[in-house]
């Protein structure tokens, strides 16, 4: 299966919020026409409405579609999954980007001889800059993996899990991450005020200086750890900073460990 038998079967997508719209915006612009997709969405937002005009299905499904998206949220899972039923079996692969959702539902609703692929992006998709964390069942090949890393491509980056027990820990750091960050925009912004700098000024600093330092740490060759060190002059105000940060009761290292596990732990909960 390749992008070629999704053109020509056609491509179901099964809830067009965010997340969806981000997908299908990386789709058309990488040349999948809008006459090939399938979209299921309730209330329809304008710009989907925009691509209705351009050929893209608002109702109706495909005979056989290569593929179902399913992007739906999980609360409605149980209502949304049932009406595409009658494509389990084999000749449609099922890719879900819908959280806490395992991949024995969609073996239950679906049949074990159905393919699903279960991803877990985040929402830097919504700018092409996701990562998405991917594992499959039996019943993926090869084939559908790299369907799926070709789909999910389109907002980011993929890596591929051993098995659906990492899920959760991705969750937690990958697809919960982002809320960490933002909220140290917030506080790093609140601290720099709190110093006598005015709110838009502090929150400007804040927002670039993460958005930057996130950058420098992707496109350097040098570990995060050793760009750390190199921001710190012994004794100079990041030491001092450092100090606070590091403290191994009560700063980050210890902070970040106890929320990545909560946010693991809940979704081992959700998925039970």
Known sequence: MDMETIRRRGLVLLGCGKMGSAMLAGWLAGGLPAASVWVREPSPSDWLRARAAEGLHLEGLPEAPAIVLVAVKPQV????????????GGATLFLSVAAGTPIR?????????????????????????????????????????????????????????????????VTAVSGSGPAYVFLLIETLAAAGEAEGLP?????????????????????SAESPAQLRVNVTSPGGTTAAALKVLMDAQRGFPALLREAVHAAAERGRELGR
């Open 105 to 169: 539902l969609y073996e239950e609703v679906l049949g074990a001889q159905t393919p699903v692929i279960r991803a877990m992006p985040n929402t830097p998709a919504a700018i092409g800059r996701g990562i998405t964390a991917i594992c499959g069942n039996a019943r993926a090949t090869e084939a559908h993996m790299a369907l799926a890393e070709a789909l999910l491509g389109a907002v980011g980056q993929v890596v591929r899990l051993s098995g659906e027990q990492q899920m959760d820990a």
């Open 77 to 88: 899972m149980a209502e949304a999954l049932p009406a595409l039923a009658r494509f389990g």
């Open 199 to 219: 709110a838009d000024l502090a929150m400007r600093l804040a927002r670039a200086t993460v958005a930057g330092a996130g950058a420098l740490a992707e496109a």
